[in-house]
């Protein structure tokens, strides 16, 4: 049987979310039964100037396997911090267990729930202070791209809507699955950074340098030591402008950076090759493997050969 998903339509609707589940489980072999539906079966208006006809009404929501609500500018929930009895009756329908996902300001549907209290979640950056006011008991981080805190998933801004998703296939059958449908939407597997590198902030004084040829240098040089003192000699720069053009051009420190693409790179050869855990450490520049130990628990929250069964052995 395939996985069922409900995506819920909420007018004014964010057309752009609302497509990303169909397109996303729809290259993934069959393995998801997507439908999307509303309060009705009537027209859901999109903030673009379109509507779109939901191809259910909130009956859907009793089958469904994962639920998933895109952005919306829904009054109850984006402006009173409340359910309204049209949703709050649609809402009950859904079982215990179900996977409950939201893209961007879907967010402040499930706050309006309660099912994000006392949980870590995300939202769209812009919209991070509204979220606080309406929700202060959750725990927003508005600098990641995605949240997966189980039965509950939420996503950043627009497009992250996609990196959940697919971070959702990888979960649930395995990185090949997921990086041949990121291959097909002409996307990355997996997105460095997070919502920090879009959030508007001044722009550099000189705009004639750049950090881009230092970090695609540090890229192909993981497995080498690389101090910020190095990287800023080869981007020929002071520690000083190098440090803060870099936090201008990534949102991060670098040193963040290289452990976060190093980390990356440890995921990359776990779920593709069979290197040991030691080799997969050198490497990808951690060094020990009690380093690489520590970094995986501590970034993804699994051991080294815990990741590598999980996606191997989906």
């Known amino acids: 049987m395939p996985h069922r998903v409900a995506v819920l339509l909420l007018e004014p609707l964010i057309g752009f979310d609302a497509t990303i589940p169909s397109l996303v489980f729809g290259q993934a072999d069959d393995r998801y039964e997507v439908v999307t539906c509303g309060l009705t079966s009537g027209q859901v208006a999109c903030t673009g100037g379109y509507a779109i006809t939901p191809q259910a009404g909130p009956e859907a929501l009793t089958q469904?396997?994962?639920?998933?609500?895109?952005?919306?500018?829904?009054?109850?929930?984006?402006?009173?911090?409340?359910?309204?009895?049209?949703?709050?009756?649609?809402?009950?329908?859904?079982?215990?267990?179900?996977?409950?996902?939201?893209?961007?300001?879907?967010?402040?549907?499930?706050?309006?729930?309660?099912?994000?209290?006392?949980?870590?979640?995300?939202?769209?950056?812009?919209?991070?202070?509204?979220?606080?006011?309406?929700y202060p008991a959750v725990l927003l981080d508005e600098t990641v791209l995605f949240v997966d805190d189980g039965d509950v998933l939420t996503s950043a801004g627009l497009a992250s809507g996609i990196d959940l998703c697919l971070h959702m296939i990888r979960s649930d059958h395995g990185a090949a699955l997921a990086n041949a449908v990121a291959k097909y939407c002409v996307v990355p597997p997996w997105r460095e950074g997070g919502q920090a590198q879009f959030i508007e902030r001044a722009i550099p004084e000189s705009r004639g340098e750049s950090t881009a040829?230092?970090?695609?240098?540090?890229?192909?040089?993981?497995?080498?030591?690389?101090?910020?003192?190095?990287?800023?000699?080869?981007?020929?720069?002071?520690?000083?402008?190098?440090?803060?053009?870099?936090?201008?051009?990534?949102?991060?420190?670098?040193?963040?950076?290289?452990?976060?693409?190093?980390?990356?790179?440890?995921?990359?050869?776990?779920?593709?090759?069979?290197?040991?855990?030691?080799?997969?450490?050198?490497?990808?520049?951690?060094?020990?493997?009690?380093?690489?130990?520590?970094?995986?628990?501590?970034?993804?929250?699994?051991?080294?050969?815990?990741?590598?069964?999980?996606?191997?052995?989906?």
């Open 64 to 134: 469904a396997d994962t639920v998933i609500v895109p952005g919306t500018q829904y009054p109850a929930t984006r402006q009173r911090g409340e359910m309204s009895p049209a949703l709050a009756a649609a809402w009950s329908k859904i079982r215990p267990g179900t996977r409950i996902v939201s893209i961007c300001t879907g967010a402040f549907v499930l706050g309006a729930a309660g099912i994000l209290d006392g949980r870590p979640a995300t939202t769209h950056w812009a919209k991070a202070d509204d979220f606080r006011q309406l």
């Open 213 to 314: 040829a230092t970090r695609q240098w540090a890229l192909a040089n993981l497995a080498e030591p690389l101090s910020v003192q190095q990287l800023a000699v080869h981007a020929r720069m002071s520690i000083r402008t190098f440090n803060r053009r870099f936090r201008d051009e990534t949102g991060m420190p670098p040193g963040d950076w290289v452990r976060q693409q190093r980390l990356a790179a440890a995921r990359e050869l776990l779920e593709s090759r069979d290197f040991s855990v030691d080799e997969v450490a050198r490497r990808s520049g951690l060094g020990t493997a009690a380093n690489l130990r520590h970094h995986m628990r501590r970034g993804i929250g699994m051991s080294p050969l815990h990741y590598r069964k999980t996606f191997q052995g989906a």
